[in-house]
């Protein structure tokens, strides 16, 4: 089996026309690594480098075959195709930028007869720096492999390719996405020199681009906060309040981290709605509905007692009912709470209010009618 046998044949006779064009065509990055680890799956992105022409020649093709496409940095160009995210660009060498800490830490210089030991070299690991070669027109390829990527994805080992790897701080969040996701281990080159990281520019962009790719954000953060403390990193300071967390292995997303930063520190749960520029409603709402629960598990059951037996409109202290309504109002947060309510949301789900129930009650009440009729459910014989 090929990879290119995975193609779709839309997408494989798109790819044809491109070659035609002149270009030599060498799929790059996560694709070739994916599809070696597993030889029946084909990623959904496809990044491509193109040798033989200047990637300006597949820009005129696009514009005249009316192809919508979208430029990035270094000339990159990206086509959205029938399902897959295409990137086609020029092989390039990087040239680092003296202080500068940022992803962005170097400057591109485009060659499309670069050989693939200089362009790829420009790469973070060695196992990202496996090329698979098409030649659509004879149906054949080659596996290109100037740094022993496959042996190092074979023996799960993170690799540097050069001593450049550790001037991008992108790079310290994708050794651990790739720990985590992959049980991959840090060859003794990196973890020997994993101290050369300056972390001090380290965007929350790509912080949280590689936290959630790792499909363990939990994980993810403790890896994080133990290697820089181990190691002494500095870090932006809107990142320190990390390290005074550590979190359950089963979160996998932005608000499992606010619930489960808020039940360690209530203050930690307004440093994470801030750190992700999450609307202020989100921590709010989450306060609110925990509030509402804490004061649910404090009612005397006794009080829940005699509400169940008097009339709506004779009830003198509502915040009972308040609480309740409050509780399905916000009811997204239900999957946080594993509280034993005396009356909870299984009580009232399926309670019913009829029109006549709804014009006997003054108005001011008729929102609280299905919570007041939950407690008679439960209460009702007590």
Request: proline residues 3%.
């Amino acid at each position: 089996m090929t990879i290119a046998s995975l193609f779709s044949a839309e997408l494989l006779t798109f790819l044809q026309k491109i070659e035609d064009l002149g270009f030599q065509l060498c799929l790059i990055g996560g694709a070739p690594r994916d599809y070696l680890m597993d030889r029946s799956f084909l990623s959904r992105d496809l990044d491509f480098e193109l040798r033989g022409k200047w990637i300006r020649e597949l820009k005129e093709f696009l514009i005249s075959t009316k192809i919508n496409f979208t430029e990035l940095p270094y000339e990159i160009i990206r086509v959205d195709f029938e399902g897959f995210d295409l990137e086609f660009s020029n092989p390039r060498t990087e040239k680092a930028i003296l202080d500068n800490k940022t992803h962005h830490h170097f400057r591109a210089d485009l060659d499309p007869s670069l050989t693939y030991a200089e362009s790829f070299k420009r790469r973070d690991f060695t196992m990202n720096a496996i090329g698979i070669e098409l030649n659509l027109k004879n149906k054949t390829e080659n596996v290109v492999d100037p740094y022993a990527g496959v042996k190092a994805l074979m023996s799960k080992t993170l690799k540097e390719v050069s001593s450049d790897f550790f001037l991008d701080s992108v790079r310290f969040l994708r050794l651990i996405r790739f720990m985590i996701k992959y049980n991959f281990e840090m060859a003794g080159s990196i973890e020997s020199k994993l101290g050369q990281f300056d972390l001090s520019e380290l965007s929350v962009h790509h912080f949280t681009e590689e936290m959630l790719k790792s499909t363990k954000p939990g994980i993810f953060i403790n890896a994080f906060n133990n290697l820089v403390a181990a190691y002494q990193l500095q870090v932006p300071l809107n990142y320190n309040f990390w390290r005074t967390l550590k979190f359950l292995p089963d979160i996998e997303n932005k608000d499992d981290l606010l619930v489960d930063s808020f039940l360690q520190n209530a203050s930690a749960g307004h440093e994470v709605a801030k750190f992700f520029s999450m609307p202020s409603s989100r921590l709010k709402d989450l306060k609110s509905f925990h509030e509402s629960i804490n004061n649910i598990k404090n009612a005397s059951r006794d009080d829940l007692i005699e509400m169940s037996k008097i009339p709506l409109d004779k009830i003198s202290d509502l915040s009972v009912l308040k609480d309740l309504k409050n509780l399905e109002e916000k009811k997204e947060w239900r999957i946080y709470s594993n509280d034993a309510l005396l009356v909870s949301w299984n009580d009232w789900e399926k309670i019913t209010v009829d029109a006549s129930e709804i014009e006997a009650t003054p108005v001011a009440l008729r929102s609280y009618i299905r919570y007041h009729k939950a407690l008679k459910k439960v209460f009702g014989n007590a």
